[in-house]
């Protein structure tokens, strides 16, 4: 019930091309869904992030995608660059009152040049 | 000016150990993590304390153990080093309610 199920584990894609990385999720009191990007050597920083009130995101050439009845969210990355070669996490959390971040396993993407 | 620091950001140590690492957070966050990122990269929840009060205490082992002296400050003192504490220890903080911003990571490695 506590599980983020993040998919793939790991994603090359051509540079221009779009990634798309999947997340699961069980709990239906989660409403607040980050993604955050890991550059080697550095912390996860925010992304992008969304509440279940709305079924789309976007900043930039990065979209989320949100499907409540489906408990599942993606990350859209459009006109992929090498330099959004990085790991990327799902998190999900629950309530404002509430201190953890449930964080999904994690996707490698490289983007070739 | 970083709003969330660690230090070290790199410690070699022998097994059986006590080391600490420290946090401070200059954002005025009340709330303040640490996570540990192990080889692949998972990221799991260790403790969390709010207001210098602890809120999260995951299955932690109690050779692991958080302080805070005042709300921007998170250190984490191990005991007694394991092998298998090898890994990447983040501090993070937040406001309730939004999101959280992490440090850099201290790299752990035991020999």
């Known amino acids: 019930q506590q599980q983020v199920k993040q998919s793939p584990q790991s994603l090359i894609v051509q540079k221009g091309g779009i990634s798309i990385i999947n997340c699961a999720y069980e709990n239906t009191a989660f409403d607040y869904f980050p993604w955050y990007q890991q550059f080697p050597g550095k912390g996860p920083a925010l992304l992008i992030a969304?509440?279940?009130?709305?079924s789309e995101k976007k900043e930039g050439r990065f979209t989320i995608s949100f499907n409540k009845s489906a408990k599942q969210f993606s990350l859209h990355i459009m006109d992929s660059q090498p330099g959004d070669s990085a790991t990327y996490f799902c998190?999900?959390?629950?309530?404002?009152?509430?201190?953890?971040?449930?964080f999904g396993t994690g996707t490698r993407l490289k983007v070739l040049a | 000016d970083t709003a969330v620091s660690q230090t070290p950001k790199y410690l070699v140590t022998q097994m059986g150990n006590d080391k600490s690492i420290k946090c401070e957070q200059n954002l005025g966050h009340d709330t303040m993590y640490w996570y540990k990122q192990d080889s692949k990269k998972f990221l799991k929840i260790m403790f969390s304390y709010n207001n210098k009060e602890l809120i999260i205490n995951e299955t932690v082992p109690n050779r692991f153990s958080p302080k805070s002296p005042d709300k921007a400050h998170l250190n984490l003192h191990i005991n007694s080093l394991e092998l298998g504490d090898s890994a990447v220890y983040f501090c993070a903080s937040n406001q309730q309610g939004t999101e959280a911003f992490f440090g850099q990571g201290t790299r752990l490695t035991v020999v």
């Open positions: 998190a999900a959390k629950k309530g404002s009152g509430t201190y953890k971040y449930i």
């Open positions: 969304i509440r279940p009130d709305v």
